[in-house]
């Protein structure tokens, strides 16, 4: 049995529903693949009273319960006055916080304000966190059943905190039995497309398998437990790869760190010292914004499809004259921006199929290189972003085909 | 004192992290806004015991709860038989639900299979909630002090059940005092900078003012209480206008329905029969990106910084020459595009200081008209991604007060 983990939540911002809570949806990520079973979320506002009883509870039935919120310097701030009460532990001044949090504003040239010394107030026997990414210090603590830990509700302060704070602690306070989670990336199919590929592989009852359709990219994540043998996992991994063939651009979890499509073509460019210009009309400059930062990525051009030449493409469109027109702006391109691959996307359908979420479009890549021009067409369906989303991935999917030297690749 | 209101969320996914529990969030504004107070979110996962106990709990404490999830046809979906345990209720078979989920799968051509006749199984008492957007039907009911609701966890079928069929119930069961929100969003400048402005205004202490700092705008938020009078709320609202002048780009919640900088633009471009071509460097196709849609985006360019113009410009950047260069290209572009206005974009800064998040960049746009040439200049920090977000919601904020007629523009 993996220990239990809950999260607990403060801030009226969440109850009011101005944010999402993806402070517990991340800590619940870090906690289950460290290996604890989350068990409950609660989000509370700034009730004294809720907040005591609520701590009361967890210490009876949770092993392990991270905080979040409540520790600024204001008076809706109530976290160590609700441990205070809850387990009747007074709060106790910590001189080394109140130096840290002087020392924050000093080094801001500010003067800290008066209010901020509630937050070097620690209940007593609690060991605090030092944090340097805020002024406010968190604080752990053993109450009944359970390891208490308190962070501040900023994500980025929260998030270096555990990771380089808390984990460490709870890794050698508890007998933990992480399971490893491979994750397989693919674009251009869709989940019940997938489930039909993978569905010859016998699966062990112990792998757990799941989906998590991104707008970017579809992973299909094998959640192996403790101490599963490491070729049997490369195996099974191994059978998935062969099913989703040239579907995946990356796989997590095994050797070494992957990324998302864009971070995948960035690597192989710059490995191979090349330069591209890129075409867009459907995905309208959306594909060049996912680029940013890359130094490969020389021009792109995006036309309005009625007043530049797909207008008449539209009217006579079928893939071969598409393809060829597509070819005769790549080879102007390549001259005029210098750049060694030239990406050029069309696509065939009117404003109307464009616009409407029951419609799609037919999109036409082409990929030239020094010597050679490759093709791909998908059908895009979806709301008028969505198509744009997925026009600049499977657009910027035929040079990671090519970068990658998938033998499908249609010329 | 409001009715009090929880969000239970039933889910595995919500536990290990795969998604945040967004349905809280959307369910608990749609709560505030009506006249509730919402006092707790709760998640948890397919355990029966957990679930009965929470809801028993809720039952006690709250005066309405929303759950969601936990509805399916599968043997981990347990939310009716937790209520049927905790509140002693029977399940019972609906013969409207039963032909309401067969006649879903007949319209599909496909075959219901056995396990979607638990969907059909409802705590004694409880009315069924149809639900023509999916499988399952929702339902409500009363136990103890509390108003429970139940609804399938998918959120495009939660969204439509609650604003169509549970809004409806809950204003006629409760005695409701909606508060009134009125958001004021603009664009260029900071939290503190908007506190800076507003603070010669006199806010009543009836009215609650909060700051929202997204991506694409930083909204102020007034929220009045119920019975605040018409033309007060209108005073105070031309008073926070007035501070924060020509950076107001719209407002929400007074007479005409806003939404984000490219909804106003669009709505101008398309009034005036406006037609536009842009230039982009720091924001390298997001601009047009954000324009998806719009169809008096004629064309749109990026050139790479150092293959381009920009080159010899960097090295020798000052305001003027610079904002003479981007004169220079939209000239030509307005030429060769034809677009009646031409928006260009260029930067002072170097690789560095654009992928810096420590260093900033200084962005300069000119928007050439038919007969003048308006130019803005902003300081741009962060990481490179929001470098890029801002340059291009900058150079279109350019476009929009010139759309507004906004008397700040300097030609």
Redesign the interface.
């Known amino acids: 049995m993996n220990p239990t983990f809950e999260i607990l939540s403060q801030g009226e911002e969440?109850?009011?529903?101005?944010?999402?809570?993806?402070n517990?949806?991340?800590?619940?990520?870090?906690?289950?693949a460290c290996g604890f079973t989350?068990?409950?979320?609660?989000?509370?506002?700034d009730?004294l009273d809720?907040l005591v009883i609520l701590l009361q509870e967890i210490s009876q039935r949770a092993d392990c319960c991270i905080c979040t919120g409540g520790l600024g310097p204001t008076s809706d701030d109530l976290t160590a006055e609700a441990v205070a009460c809850a387990f009747n532990l007074p709060l106790e001044f910590d001189g080394i916080a109140f130096a840290q949090i002087s020392h924050y504003f000093a080094r801001r040239n500010r003067t800290m304000p008066e209010s901020n010394r509630k937050q070097a107030m620690l209940p007593q026997g609690s060991e605090r966190i030092d944090n340097e990414w805020g002024t406010a210090p968190g604080f752990t603590m053993q109450a009944g059943r359970c390891r208490f830990v308190f962070l501040p509700g900023v994500p980025l302060e929260m998030k270096h905190l555990f990771q380089e704070r808390i984990l460490p602690q709870l890794s050698a306070r508890f007998l933990l039995h992480p399971s490893h989670l491979i994750t397989i990336k693919t674009i251009g199919l869709g989940e019940s497309a997938i489930q039909e590929l993978i569905n010859p592989i016998a699966i062990p009852a112990q792998v757990q398998l799941?989906f998590?359709a991104g707008a970017d990219e579809v992973q299909t994540k094998l959640l192996f437990p403790f101490g599963y043998p490491d070729t049997a996992m490369a195996n099974l991994v191994a059978r998935f790869s062969e099913q989703l063939g040239e579907y995946v651009f990356a796989i997590d979890g095994l050797n070494e760190t992957s990324g998302d499509l864009v971070f995948e073509v960035d690597k192989r460019m710059k490995q191979r010292k090349l330069t591209l210009a890129v075409v867009?009309t459907a995905?309208?400059?959306?594909?060049?914004?996912k680029?940013?930062?890359c130094?490969w990525?020389?021009?792109?051009?995006?036309?309005?499809p009625?007043?530049?030449l797909e207008q008449k493409l539209i009217a006579e469109a079928n893939t071969e004259n598409l393809m060829s027109t597509a070819q005769a702006i790549a080879v102007d391109m390549q001259k005029s921006s210098?750049a060694a691959l030239v990406l050029v996307q069309l696509y065939a359908g009117d404003?109307r199929q464009?616009?409407d979420k029951n419609e799609s479009i037919v999109l036409y890549n082409v990929l030239l290189t020094e010597n050679v021009c490759y093709k791909s067409h998908h059908s895009v369906a979806g709301p008028?972003?969505r198509k744009?989303n997925q026009a600049a991935l499977l657009s910027l999917d035929l040079l990671r085909r090519y970068l990658q030297n998938k033998s499908s690749l249609e010329s």
Chains 1, 2 share one sequence.
């Open positions: 969440i109850l009011t529903g101005q944010i999402a809570d993806t517990a949806a991340w800590l619940s990520q870090k906690a289950v989350v068990t409950r979320h609660t989000s509370v506002g009730k809720d799941g998590r867009e995905s309208q400059g959306l594909l060049a914004a680029c940013i930062g130094k990525l020389l021009k792109a051009v995006y036309e309005q009625e007043t530049g210098g404003d464009f616009h008028i972003k744009q």
